[in-house]
């Protein structure tokens, strides 16, 4: 017996891959300082968890339609409304487990053997393999970090081809912390206009912000609105990752084709985490207001002892939250005699010998740089820091 052929076309998730041999290190006592997760460290706001415990009494624990109890698209509605000033109706949103499966689902209802879906480098790196999965094609268009990582309208024009089905949005970005002008989206529009493709919109760290404004494409063009498919999720902003709630609003074909795909492989989210996103979307967000200036603070900190580092550039980043130092100033030093040549590599001493988990740019299409996650204790972040900077002094 061996496994199918689809598996030999994508590769595991390295993200997921050095969290876990972070936690093993963990596990056998190992004092291991985690800057890998793409993970809040805040807990789910009490009311949330609340909302769900209040389901669980009273037996709310039971099948739900796929798409998502009829409260939950409604209140993803008036978040859209809301928050972003784009308008759908609840049969235009589709409920899932977690962003991560809503972005697969629209993969799988709307790619066809060797259909092309353009991606900005860095990418999360789930979008080439889920692309990948799909039959598609990923055709990386790379931005620079001397433009803030913003897309070049230019090169997306060059990159569009009749086999072009998508374009993938990711503003805040994972990993690079950019957040897409609204120049730099009216660029974009520009660009795709003339060309009939999905503009797929992940908009997950829309609420970690830090300079500048959140927008949309669909706000700056709203003639693409028909064809956008906007992705949002519980797990950033509300801190709410184990919880599984993802959700997709788009145009009624693709939507009915992403429900069609989950009926038949995992019908509904879990129905608890449903009623605790309804009051999360409808609730009180005061508590986002601390919780961002939190983030900024150690932003902050993280980008100043980096900066600090000869060898070593780093970027503030206007959103989400992780910093993606450039280090491409190390390269060609050596460590215990060895040159040092590639994010991989840095990446392994850095775990194995100095006990930190940063991930490697190189699995998000960016070598030369390592992502590190500021999700986590300012006390961690020291540590962290410290250890990278015994790393960066010890090299010859
Ligand atoms: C850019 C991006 N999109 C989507 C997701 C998926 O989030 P979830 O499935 O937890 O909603 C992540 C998680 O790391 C992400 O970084």
Redesign the pocket.
């Known amino acids: 017996m061996n496994l199918a052929n689809r598996l030999k076309v994508i590769k595991p998730s390295p993200t997921l891959a050095l969290n876990a041999k972070a936690k093993a290190l963990a596990a056998q006592g190992v004092d291991v300082v985690s800057l890998a997760a793409?993970e809040p460290d805040f807990d789910t706001p009490d009311f949330i968890k609340q909302a769900a415990i209040e389901a669980l009494r009273q037996g709310f624990t039971k099948y739900t339609p796929t798409a998502g109890i009829p409260e939950l698209r409604e209140a993803v509605c008036a978040k859209l409304e809301r928050d972003n000033r784009l308008t759908f109706a609840p049969d235009q949103v589709v409920v899932s487990v977690?962003?991560?499966?809503a972005?697969y689902n629209a993969f799988q209802a709307l790619l066809n053997e060797g259909d092309e879906v353009i991606i900005l480098a860095p990418y999360?790196v789930s979008y080439t393999e889920m692309v990948t999965l799909a039959g598609g094609k990923p055709v990386v268009v790379e931005t620079r970090e001397e433009n803030g990582f913003a897309p070049d309208p230019d090169a997306i024009r060059r990159a569009l081809t009749p086999r072009t089905k998508a374009l993938v949005l990711?503003s805040p970005s994972?990993p690079s912390g950019a957040v897409f002008s609204r120049a730099a989206l009216e660029g974009i529009a520009e660009a795709v206009r003339g060309h009939d493709c999905l503009l797929l919109s992940?908009d997950?760290?829309e609420k970690l912000l830090y300079e500048g404004q959140f927008l949309n494409i669909g706000n700056v063009a709203p003639d693409l609105v028909p064809r956008l498919l906007v992705i949002n999720?519980m797990?950033k902003a509300f801190s709410m990752?184990g919880w599984?709630m993802?959700y997709a609003a788009g145009p009624k074909w693709l939507i009915a084709g992403m429900q069609m795909i989950q009926d038949q492989s995992t019908s509904n989210a879990p129905s608890f985490s449903q009623k605790a996103a309804v009051a999360a979307l409808n609730g009180p967000r005061d508590f986002f207001v601390p919780m961002v200036e939190e983030y900024r603070g150690r932003r902050d900190m993280v980008v100043d002892a980096l900066n600090k580092l000869e060898g070593v550039h780093c970027r503030r980043p206007e959103g989400a939250f992780y910093v993606l130092p450039n280090v491409r100033g190390l390269f060609g030093r050596t460590y215990k005699g060895t040159p040092l040549t590639g994010s991989m590599q840095l990446s392994d001493i850095l775990l194995n010998d100095f006990r930190v988990a940063a991930m490697p740019g190189a699995p998000f299409g960016v070598e030369g740089y390592i992502r590190m996650s500021f999700a986590t204790s300012r006390e961690q972040l020291r540590k962290g820091l410290d250890r990278f900077k015994e790393l960066v002094t010890s090299l010859r």
């Not at 977690?98 to 499966?101: D, E, N, V």
């Open positions: 793409g977690g962003a991560k499966q972005i999360w990711n994972n992940d997950i760290y999720g797990s990752t599984r993802g």
